[in-house]
């Protein structure tokens, strides 16, 4: 039992990477107003936006075709995956758990000139739907890097470990994986062969795998959206991502966009039950 998620993981990856501590409890926590201000400059709301794109992985997951089920599908997606919803789940989280001096650090350095362009670099490529295009072009340019002998594939695994730092993505991968297959089955939307035990032992075996496939897909997504910087914006950028305040930020946001994306599909797995094959309204 092999489970198909190329395009998932090619979406979640395209959001980890672009995204660019100690997670208990800061001593102060931000206001709502600047932790909705700090989602603008950074761009995160834009990530967040970008998870309902990955609902259209969702089927192929689960061997299901959603153009069975016609435009209830497409209704049913953009219910659950609902931009404003997303981003008040992110609000209510970051608000009791961003500290100011983690979120001024952050504010400042994407406010800057170099920032700025990142930010608009990072939400132009969310936006792209097709990641398969994405990944085509991403893979042509580090290729042509290597050719060169150019110093930017380094720096783009630099990034990626940094945006990463804890090594948590394949875990919380998996995770969000495991919980939208069990909550599906619960539902009745789809027979597992596996038990819990058994699918978390599956996946073990092809945890290997997966983070070859992640590292691949993240260098081609980084080498996409960054093509027209130089290498030195490029230095700065990952410099700025390896600072300890900056490190905060990421594992939390991590965690945040992590926490949405496994509620969102367990719903989304709910909700299926209520598809009817041949039906469209």
């Known amino acids: 039992m092999t489970f198909q998620i190329p395009a998932l993981l090619a979406r979640f990856l395209a959001v980890l990477c672009l995204l660019s501590g100690a997670f208990g409890q800061p001593a102060l926590a931000a206001d709502r107003d600047r932790v909705e201000a700090f989602l603008e400059v950074t761009g995160f709301d834009v990530a967040l936006d970008s998870i309902a794109l990955s609902a259209s992985s969702a089927p192929d997951m689960l061997g299901i075709d959603a153009g069975a089920f016609g435009s209830q599908w497409a209704r049913l ?4 995956f609902d931009t404003a919803e997303m981003r008040g789940l992110a609000l209510d989280i970051l608000e009791n758990t961003l500290d100011d001096a983690a979120l001024d650090h952050a504010a400042d ?3 800057s000139d170099l920032g700025k362009r990142l930010v608009r670099a990072e939400n132009a490529s969310h936006r792209v739907e097709d990641d398969e295009v994405k990944q085509q072009a991403g ?3 580090v ?3 290597v050719r060169a002998g150019s110093g930017r594939v380094a720096m783009y695994r630099r990034m990626g470990s940094a945006i990463d730092a804890a090594g948590t993505g394949v875990r919380a991968l998996q995770q969000i994986q495991f919980r939208f297959l069990m909550a599906a089955a619960a539902a009745g939307v789809i027979e597992l062969e596996l038990d819990a035990d058994g699918l978390r032992a ?3 075996e092809q945890e290997g795998g997966l983070r070859l496939s992640l590292q691949a897909s993240s260098l081609a997504a980084s080498a996409y959206t960054y093509q027209e910087f130089t290498d030195a914006e490029v230095q700065a950028y990952v410099e700025a991502l390896e600072e300890a305040p900056m490190q905060r930020v990421y ?6 966009q992590y926490e949405i994306t496994a509620n969102r599909f367990e719903e989304l797995a709910h909700r299926m039950a209520e598809l009817t094959p041949g039906q469209d309204i």
Request: aromatic residues 10%.
């Open 77 to 80: 997606s953009e219910d659950v």
């Open 109 to 111: 350095f994407y406010a």
């Open 139 to 141: 893979n042509r340019i």
């Open 143 to 145: 290729s042509d890097l």
């Open 202 to 204: 599956l996946m073990k």
């Open 251 to 256: 594992e939390l946001l991590n965690a945040v």
